[in-house]
C-alpha cells in the first residue's frame, strides 16, 4: 500500500494483560520503525528493523516489550504483562531508502490505554 | 536527558506573519535535522531538514537554520497560514545511512495561526 497501516487505531487493555500491535509498512520500504510518544510529548524510539532483522533495538524495554517483522506479515510490537505507565500512542514508520532520512512516513498511531 | 528540547510548548502567530519554532540540542554528534508537522489524530509527517554541513535549507515558505556553535536551529513560516495550525517536532539524528538511523524528538511546539 502507498501508506503505512497501523491497527487496531485503539486498545484499551486492563493492567497485566497483554497487547499486540500490527503495522504494516509501505510496500517496498526497507526499514520499520517504532516509537512511543506519551501524553502527546516527545517521540521516544523504541526498536527498528531492516527488513526482518532487528537493525537497532537500544530503546526497547528489556522487559515485556518484543517486536518482529517477518516476511509476508504486518510487524508488530507485543508488551507482555502491560503496566499503567504503557498508555500511549505508539507509531510506526517506515523508509524505502537508507540515505533519505526525510522519506520517513508515519502511520497514524495506535492508541493504547491500560487501565 | 533531554538531548533534543523545544521550549516553547505553543506559539500563536496572526496569519501573514512570520513564525519562528526554536530547538536546541546537546549531543553534538548530531549530523543531521529534520523538522515534522503533527496534526491530531495522525501520525507525524515530514517538512524540512538540514545537514550539519549546511546553515540553511529553504522549501518554499519554510526555512530552516542551523546554528553549530549555538546548537540551535529554527524554523521560519513565511507567511504563515491557518493550514499551519498543528504541532511541529524537532527531530536530530547521527551517523551514515540516514534513513536506517533512530531519530531523537524535542517535546513539540503547537503553533496556532489566528486570521
Known amino acids: 500500500g502507498e501508506e503505512v497501516a497501523q491497527t487496531p487505531k485503539h486498545l484499551v487493555r486492563g493492567e497485566g494483560q497483554k497487547a499486540k500491535l500490527y503495522c504494516a509498512p509501505i510496500?517496498?520500504?526497507?526499514?520499520v520503525f517504532w516509537y512511543q510518544q506519551v501524553l502527546k510529548n516527545e517521540f521516544k524510539f523504541l526498536i527498528s528493523?531492516?527488513?526482518?532483522?532487528?537493525?537497532?533495538e537500544t530503546g526497547m524495554p528489556k522487559e515485556r516489550f518484543s517486536a518482529k517483522c517477518l516476511p509476508n506479515s504486518p510487524c508488530s510490537l507485543e508488551i507482555q504483562a502491560t503496566k499503567l505507565e504503557d498508555s500511549a500512542v505508539y507509531f510506526c514508520?517506515?523508509?524505502?531508502?537508507?540515505?533519505?532520512?526525510?522519506?520517513?512516513?508515519f502511520g497514524s498511531g495506535t492508541q493504547l490505554s491500560v487501565l | 536527558d533531554q538531548q533534543v528540547k523545544q521550549n516553547s510548548p505553543s506559539l500563536s502567530v496572526q496569519e501573514g506573519r512570520i513564525s519562528i519554532l526554536n530547538c536546541d540540542y546537546t549531543n553534538s554528534m548530531f549530523d543531521y535535522f529534520l523538522w515534522y508537522k503533527k496534526y491530531p489524530a495522525e501520525g507525524p509527517t515530514f517538512l524540512i531538514s538540514i545537514s550539519s554541513i549546511k546553515d540553511k535549507n529553504e522549501d518554499g515558505r519554510f526555512t530552516v537554520f542551523l546554528n553549530k556553535s549555538a546548537k540551535h536551529l529554527s524554523l521560519h513560516i513565511v507567511p504563515s497560514q491557518p493550514g499551519d495550525s498543528a504541532v511541529y517536532f524537532c527531530?536530530?539524528?547521527?551517523?551514515?545511512?540516514?534513513?536506517?538511523?533512530?531519530?531523537?524528538f524535542g517535546q513539540g511546539t503547537r503553533l496556532t495561526i489566528n486570521p
Open positions: 528493523f531492516q527488513n526482518e532483522n532487528v537493525f537497532d
Open positions: 514508520a517506515s523508509s524505502l531508502q537508507p540515505e533519505q532520512n526525510e522519506k520517513l512516513f
Open positions: 510496500k517496498g520500504h526497507s526499514y
Open positions: 527531530a536530530a539524528s547521527e551517523g551514515p545511512n540516514r534513513g536506517a538511523q533512530k531519530l531523537v
